[in-house]
């Protein structure tokens, strides 16, 4: 792997041309886990949790749900639940812990181009936001509305519309949030647009965030 020299402990789970989920820490991790743990599809290569140096980072992608009338869309729905409930067994809002990923949800107007025309895509239809807000309110804040609430700032141009990105008809779909704790000290949460404009891209690009920890 092109990372291994790099001095990262690499966790991940994935598979071949599909999902996958990974976490990058210095440190050793003191534990990690992968996939949900009620019972039902545990989906390992969508939900990663680690613990290194005493803060949980879970790393999610969050399924896209095709059609709102598909299975896919009531399968999406019901995994926030069992998240909100994964959250509830292993973590608590007093402790420092952070999430991340793709969530695909643009959770309002400003975080989608034309809101109006997208009122019934997979990412931005009401069941979906109200499934995404009622996770997040277990206990966490987003650090980049927290820290800009008012700036427009995507994080996806889709690879199907060739000027999608020149246009910036884009999506805020991928988030970091953080538990009380750490969202108090996020210093800087900004996104970096031009791994976007590179030859045969993601149609992701990087969100990043840095915290005090001292």
């Known amino acids: 792997m092109a990372l291994l020299p790099s001095g990262y402990e690499i966790s991940y789970r994935g598979m071949k041309s599909y999902n996958g989920v990974a976490i990058l820490t210095r440190m050793k991790p003191e534990s990690v886990r992968a996939g949900l743990d009620d019972g039902g599809e545990p989906d390992e290569p969508r939900l990663l949790h680690v613990v290194a140096g005493g803060i949980t980072i879970l790393n999610t992608y969050i399924p896209q749900g095709f059609e709102i009338?598909?299975?896919k869309y009531a399968y999406k729905l019901e995994w926030y639940k069992r998240l909100r409930a994964y959250f509830e067994k292993h973590l608590s809002p007093t402790l420092p812990a952070i999430w991340c990923g793709d969530m695909n949800v643009a959770p309002r107007a400003m975080d989608v181009h034309s809101p109006e025309k997208h009122l019934t895509h997979v990412c931005y239809h009401e069941a979906a936001r109200k499934a995404y807000e009622a996770t997040v309110a277990w206990g966490f804040h987003d650090v980049f509305v927290r820290m800009y609430p008012e700036r427009q700032q995507f994080t996806f141009?889709?690879?199907?519309?060739?000027?999608?990105?020149?246009?910036n008809k884009g999506w805020r779909i991928d988030h970091i949030l953080a538990t009380a704790p750490l969202a108090e000290k996020c210093l800087r949460v900004e996104v970096d647009v031009e791994?976007?404009?590179a030859k045969d891209p993601s149609d992701h690009t990087f969100l990043w965030a840095e915290f005090d920890l001292g």
């Open 195 to 197: 791994p976007r404009r």
């Open 69 to 71: 009338d598909s299975p």
């Open 157 to 167: 141009w889709d690879y199907r519309a060739p000027s999608s990105l020149e246009a």
